[in-house]
């Protein structure tokens, strides 16, 4: 398995970024796929998950102002991120979680400036 994120950037506080993942490889049609963060000198964090099925799960930091969402068919998961603030400044990680197993791709940064 292997994912490909992109969309990472640098934003003014109050403005808008959407991260892009697409998952390749032996996927079975059940998984949940989900978008980390990690700042500098901390450890890295759950933003937002959501099922196949759509159910999703959000840190608290991040509810009503961040929404994922994913497309099954074509295996990629996106979050669309708003009103940003500083301390969203992190590197984001995709990830794939399957039969017990989880998959990173490649961080891509996210930079909020005041």
């Known amino acids: 398995v292997q994912l490909q994120a992109s969309g990472g950037g640098l934003v003014q506080v109050g403005g808008s970024l959407r991260l892009s993942c697409v998952a390749s490889?032996?996927?079975?049609?059940?998984?949940?796929m989900g978008w980390y963060r990690q700042a500098p000198g901390k450890q890295r964090d759950l933003v937002a998950v959501?099922?196949?099925?759509?159910?999703?799960n959000y840190a608290d930091s991040v509810k009503g102002r961040f929404t994922i969402s994913r497309d099954n068919a074509k295996n990629t998961v996106s979050l669309q991120m708003n009103s940003l603030k500083p301390e969203d400044t992190a590197v984001y990680y995709c990830?794939?979680?399957?039969?017990?197993?989880?998959?990173w791709g490649k961080g891509t940064q996210v930079t909020v400036s005041s």
């Open positions: 959501i099922t196949t099925g759509g159910g999703t």
């Open positions: 490889g032996s996927i079975f049609s059940f998984n949940a």
């Open positions: 990830a794939l979680h399957l039969n017990g197993m989880s998959y």
